[in-house]
């Protein structure tokens, strides 16, 4: 006699799970791939333009260009799993899939566990994302963007435009270049001493100004010209002239002031400032922004054999821009202080909490 072997405990539900996150798999892959893709293809035409002209070299520009992609992932990849779950529990319904489920026993919250647990994953990738990684990318950027400010190469520059020298209070202008030598040509040099009244001008045939490098000191070489110090209480005006003259114009700094994206999370978290309290919860929040997501589309994307497809569509994009919306303007009157750090932006995914709770309760979804 046949004997049948029963399937081991939990091995439907395990199927059942599978089954949800293969569905939801390859458009999630794909549509992040496209969203990815069109992000770079806007980034690539901004940074290699800037390539173009000189003020950024091509490693620079590939180097940012990875670094804002990857920024980006925090809010490309929960919008590429809203859509993804969208879209695998409409076709689901729409190919009667869900029927069968339902009567072979298959609770809708059982589909909701589904979905939840694949979008748990992308969840922690996402917060490990905008807790960690999207401040060392922005440390990155700011640093590569510094960097290439500093070594902008000035004998690029074009003649008859006044330059500031770096950080120093030197500002430039030349007549003329020469690329082959690289010197500029009848150049003039001002500076105004703060707080002595006095004024530093420097008029020459010639100059050689090198690189600016982060960190280093930036000296300027004229040739044949004439230097004036300018007292202007005590009309103790110095005129030299000179046929060789080296000018130590301070250090070219390549770190900027304190940038608020780049701090550490956990720094973040000891301020009592509006705007670091912002970032630092919407940082935190980005892993249940996620999960809320994958769970609304979950009940959006049903529909009835007689419903509009373009009407389901067109809902869901609706709860997307809402919820964003709604965290866009939590966050901003946060960092205004019009919000307190509690509920803070708290109360924005409460309310959607709110909502999802609504629409796991319409007639049909539960």
Same mark, same amino acid.
């Given at each position: ?274 705007? $670091?309290?912002?970032?630092?919860? %919407? ?8 999960? @809320? *997501?994958? #769970? /609304?589309?979950? +009940? ?39 919000? $307190?750090?509690?509920?803070?932006? %708290? ?8 909502? @999802? *709770?609504? #629409? /796991?309760?319409? +007639?049909?979804?539960?």
């Amino acid at each position: 006699m046949l004997q049948y072997a029963e399937s081991p405990p939990g091995s439907d539900r395990l199927l059942i799970n599978r089954y949800i996150n293969s569905e939801i798999l390859l458009p999630f892959v794909s549509g992040l791939g496209l969203l990815v893709l069109i992000f770079v293809g806007y980034t690539a035409t901004v940074q290699l333009n800037l390539a173009a002209q000189g003020q950024l070299s091509g490693s620079t520009a590939l180097g940012l260009i990875a670094l804002n992609t990857f920024v980006t992932l925090e809010v490309l990849m929960p919008s590429a799993l809203f859509f993804s779950v969208l879209a695998a529990i409409s076709r689901i319904h729409r190919d009667q899939e869900m029927n069968v489920l339902y009567a072979s026993g298959i609770s809708r919250l059982r589909i909701l566990g589904a979905v939840f647990q694949f979008a748990v994953v992308v969840a922690l990738i996402t917060g490990f994302i905008s807790m960690e990684g999207r401040p060392w990318a922005y440390r990155e950027i700011y640093r590569l963007e510094a960097e290439a400010a500093a070594r902008f190469d000035l004998k690029k520059l074009a003649t008859g435009e006044f330059v500031s020298m770096g950080t120093s209070d030197y500002i430039f202008i030349a007549d003329d270049i020469d690329l082959d030598q690289g010197l500029h040509k009848n150049v003039f040099l001002h500076k105004k001493h703060r707080g002595e009244d006095r004024t530093e001008i420097i008029v020459a045939e010639q100059a050689a100004l090198p690189e600016l490098n982060p960190g280093e000191t930036l000296n300027a070489r004229f040739y044949h010209g004439y230097h004036y110090l300018l007292d202007q209480r005590e009309s103790q005006d110095v005129t030299v002239r000179f046929d060789y003259l080296s000018v130590d114009m301070g250090y070219s700094e390549a770190l900027g002031n304190y940038r608020r994206k780049a701090e550490t999370t956990s720094q973040l978290g000891k301020s009592g400032e509006p705007k $670091d309290i912002a970032e630092y919860q %919407w940082r935190l929040s980005t892993p249940l922004a996620t999960l @809320l *997501l994958a #769970l /609304l589309a979950t +009940p959006l994307g049903r529909s009835d054999p007689r419903q509009s497809r373009l009407r389901s569509i067109f809902i869901a994009i609706s709860v997307y821009v809402a919820m964003f919306g709604l965290t866009s303007v939590t966050r901003t009157f946060i960092e205004q202080g019009r919000i $307190d750090a509690f509920p803070g932006l %708290w109360s924005s995914y409460a309310i959607i909490f709110i909502v @999802l *709770l609504l #629409l /796991l309760r319409r +007639p049909g979804t539960n």
